[in-house]
């Protein structure tokens, strides 16, 4: 391992490994209940934003712009914590949701299981 | 939306979305605990190799091979239970982790929170 990934590992610099788009993955649960609620992605310009305003902010890849979670519905994601993994290319947000995380309107965006090859709704 | 987006989104059939590259990414949970032990990714493969074993499998982007978690070290991830998100490119493996989750020897590898620009131990 080179010194800047023993850094990056060790290290307190925030110092993300963005992939070859600009992007590391973050991965959203909701602080009461534990349940992972979503999983996007954040380029700097969103680490910035969901920083400085507290609110979630991703990049949208199919759209090809900054999208606050939650900017026209309002079910926004308030951030409590923000980790960071051991290669910083992916973050944990722990977060307090508004309203629904899902587009669907369901709680999380992970409302089926795998049963036997097959999604069944929880 | 289209008929294909829609059926992934409602229906009941497993039908990930692989990127460019194949692959979905895939967090990982402690059942216990509930924290985020790790963030990876699965190709069709490895989903399988997954569901087959009921170890927790991915694919190594940096090493171009498959790699089931825990294979040299012990500690593997038995799985609990796998969730997949509205669109299904993302998988929510809840998992009995053996040991450690994280190369590091931390039990996750969000073993670190952003604090007032600096990184922190948690």
Not at 102 to 114: I, M, V
């Amino acid at each position: 391992m080179g010194q800047a990934e023993q850094d990056r590992e060790q290290g307190s610099a925030f110092l993300p490994k963005f992939d070859a788009a600009g992007l590391v993955t973050a991965v959203v649960t909701d602080q009461a209940s534990g349940a992972v609620l979503m999983v996007a992605h954040m380029n700097q310009e969103a680490i910035d934003a969901t920083i400085a305003t507290g609110q979630a902010t991703f990049w949208s890849r199919s759209r090809g712009q900054l999208w606050r979670k939650g900017e026209t519905s309002g079910h926004v994601l308030n951030v409590v914590e923000i980790r960071v993994d051991c290669d910083q290319d992916a973050l944990w947000i722990i977060a307090d949701p508004a309203g629904p995380a899902c587009h669907t309107g369901e709680s999380s965006c992970f409302y089926r299981t795998l049963e036997n090859g097959r999604l069944v709704r929880r």
